[in-house]
């Protein structure tokens, strides 16, 4: 899900993602609207405020506001900043840093809520802050890696763009479109898995309270988890795989070599290059 990039991503990868991350931006939504009364997966809402707390010159709640806004673009902003930045470095870690971010500010509001929340009003403002900066990692990052056909914290274009292609399959000629067929396909699985999350947030609030973050947190771990799961556990028997990607030291490539009792200092020939594998003395 996390370790393709842009238009390497295949149809799959994209709907797993999407589903995914769309579950939990639905619990993350509707936790935060039976909590705070505010909405948190998405900023539409919270520009009307900032132009009504303008209007009303209560100046101490546009910069509330204001800060929230923020919050969610500077979300995005680390998220895409992680993947450009540590790309080339590891792939893997460049996509999972913005969900282990998210996972830690989640985490910090179901624990601070279960056990320290006082319900005042600089609480809640903090809190919401928190998790809209959380949402904006997650959609940052989803539409980084997808190149912008992924986006799970709010339904508005997708289902504008739904919408459009509803009308466009009206049409013999663009049902037989596959692009737009999977298009298609992405677009209902987000809004699918949207819908679930909210609901399972609606149905299990009254009974987990706060402890609600820490199964959206799960989630995300299965997000991170899966494709770690896909390069390094999967393929452990697979030499060549090892061969191939560990170029300098790592644990797993450490485990690799003791458990299959491999030449460390082996080298590997590739295309314009003699470049040796992990463990080499040069």
């Known amino acids: 899900m996390l370790r393709n990039y842009s238009n ?22 509707i936790a935060s609207l039976l909590i705070f009364l505010s909405f948190t997966s998405n900023v539409t809402g919270h520009y009307a ?3 009504a707390e303008i209007s009303q010159g209560n100046w101490a709640q ?32 460049a996509h999972a840093f913005p969900i282990i971010l998210e996972i830690l500010c989640l985490l910090t509001v179901g624990i601070y809520g279960q056990f320290y929340y006082e319900k005042t009003l600089g609480e809640t403002e903090a809190l919401v802050a928190l998790m ?26 997708t289902t504008t763009d739904l919408g459009i292609l509803a009308s466009m399959f009206t049409q013999k000629k663009f049902r037989k479109s596959p692009e737009l067929m999977g298009k298609a ?12 999350g909210a609901i399972f947030s609606g149905l299990t609030y009254y009974s987990l309270e706060f402890r609600v973050f820490y199964v959206i947190s799960v989630c995300l771990l299965v997000v991170i988890g899966y494709d ?55």
Do not use: C
């Not at 998220?79 to 080339?88: D, G, Q, R």
């Open 185 to 196: 396909k992405l677009l209902l699985s987000i809004m699918t898995a949207y819908v679930l």
């Open 8 to 29: 390497s991503r295949t149809l799959g990868d994209n709907i797993r993602l999407g589903t995914l991350t769309a579950f939990t931006a639905g619990t993350i939504n």
């Open 132 to 157: 809209l900066f959380a949402t904006g990692l997650q959609n940052g990052l989803t539409a980084s890696i997808s190149n912008f056909s992924v986006k799970t914290t709010h339904l508005t274009g």
């Open 62 to 93: 546009v910069a509330v506001v204001a800060g929230w806004i923020f919050l969610f673009f500077f979300g995005g902003f680390v998220a895409n900043l992680s993947v450009i930045n540590f790309n080339k470095k590891s792939k893997y870690f």
């Open 228 to 282: 770690f799961y896909k390069i390094n556990i999967r393929h452990f028997q697979t030499e060549y795989r090892y061969y191939k990607i560990y170029h300098k030291p790592t644990f797993i490539a450490f485990l690799y070599y003791k458990i299959h009792n491999k030449d460390e200092k082996r080298t590997v020939s590739r295309p314009n290059t003699n470049a040796k594998l992990a463990f080499s003395d040069k």
């Open 49 to 51: 405020i900032f132009a």
